[in-house]
């Protein structure tokens, strides 16, 4: 398994070609499994749905809206938040998108276990939560059987402006925090990334 940080901050479209060039690789049997760590610029993302109230009023949000393949209602990402794609062989690992989700959550719950924060999961809902307040947003979707997209969590306090704008994750009265607030101490997007890494080796190492 490889893992790529990107220092730059990547459009949508470009995070997404890089998602199906991994996939396809693995596919072709060409290439590893990739986790790929990025910024984002700022863009609104959406599940393809019928119910898009999530988004409240889509002519006037800030940043476009890209509807994708993965399941879920309206998040944002963008500076200040560390977006995570694991681009995984599934067909190698049970086939088990339940266990994919847990060990997504689990790896940023122990990250922030390392940073001091009593991150933990919520019972039915995906993501990581500090007591009420959500931290980090998980969305996958699988094209034979190769995972695709992944999480999203907030580091800095820059990204959380924009979610104001939207209902995130379709869930009525939550409030979004980051690492920067949890922790009580500034902590940059490279910083978080570094310490995330062999966090998700060590969730998704192969038994």
Request: glycine share 10%.
């Amino acid at each position: 398994m490889q893992v790529c940080h990107h220092s730059s901050t990547v459009p949508y479209p470009d995070g997404l070609t890089l998602q199906e060039a991994s996939a396809a690789a693995i596919l072709e049997g060409s290439g590893p499994e990739t986790l790929h760590l990025l910024e984002h610029t700022p863009v609104y993302t959406i599940g393809r749905r019928r119910d898009q109230s999530s988004l409240q009023n889509r002519q006037a949000l800030p940043a476009p809206v890209f509807e994708i393949n993965r399941g879920g209602q309206a998040t944002y990402h963008g500076p200040g938040q560390l977006v995570g794609y694991p681009i995984l062989d599934l067909r190698e690992r049970g086939k088990d998108l339940h266990e994919h989700l847990r060990k997504l959550e689990e790896s940023l719950i122990l990250t922030c276990q390392d940073f001091g924060i009593p991150a933990s999961r919520r019972d039915g809902m995906t993501g990581v939560w500090v007591e009420n307040r959500k931290l980090a947003s998980i969305g996958v979707g699988v094209t034979k059987w190769i995972s695709m997209h992944g999480f999203a969590i907030n580091v800095t306090r820059d990204c959380l402006l924009p979610f104001f704008a939207i209902t995130p994750c379709g869930i009525d009265g939550v409030v979004m925090t980051c690492v920067e607030n949890e922790a009580g101490r500034p902590v940059s997007v490279i910083e978080f990334a570094q310490a995330y890494t062999p966090r998700f080796e060590q969730c998704f190492a192969k038994a």
